[in-house]
């Protein structure tokens, strides 16, 4: 299998109203409120909408998840995929979360925003 195979497999693009299983109505509104305009990431952290497209996307486009990590059950073929995609073991690639990853902004000021964010949640 050629590397721009696995590539195609991988990434499937379009939007995400194209693809039913990452599909949420209040993403799917958002995307259509949005459509054609300039949106700051960050914004992502106070508008609940806009975080769950973002979230829907990422997982898409580049198969973040799973969704509830601590659900053994639920997860078990996520990991088992992304161990297999990795070479490596099912125990060393649910080492790999949101929370220690260095693509994840963590700083002062993002981390605040996410816990004001939070807070207005609860």
């Known amino acids: 299998?050629?590397?721009?195979?696995?590539?195609k497999e991988l990434v499937k693009e379009g939007k995400l109203s194209?693809?039913?299983?990452?599909?949420?109505?209040?993403?799917?509104?958002?995307e259509k409120e949005i459509e054609g305009k300039k949106v700051v990431p960050m914004d992502s952290l106070e508008d609940l909408d806009l975080n769950t497209l973002g979230r829907n996307v990422t997982?898409?486009?580049?198969?973040?998840?799973?969704l509830n990590p601590d659900d053994e059950k639920g997860s078990k073929k996520f990991w088992e995929?992304?161990?297999?995609?990795?070479?490596?073991?099912?125990?060393?690639?649910?080492t790999s979360r949101c929370s220690n990853c260095v693509a994840?902004?963590?700083?002062?000021?993002?981390?605040?925003?996410?816990?004001?964010a939070i807070a207005l949640l609860l």
Do not use: C, S
Request: no cysteine.
């Open 104 to 116: 994840f902004n963590q700083k002062p000021a993002t981390l605040r925003k996410i816990e004001k």
């Open 81 to 94: 995929d992304k161990a297999e995609m990795w070479d490596t073991t099912i125990e060393h690639a649910k």
């Open 18 to 30: 194209d693809f039913g299983d990452n599909n949420t109505p209040a993403a799917l509104k958002k």
């Open 59 to 66: 997982i898409k486009e580049y198969r973040y998840g799973p």
């Open 1 to 7: 299998m050629k590397l721009t195979d696995v590539v």
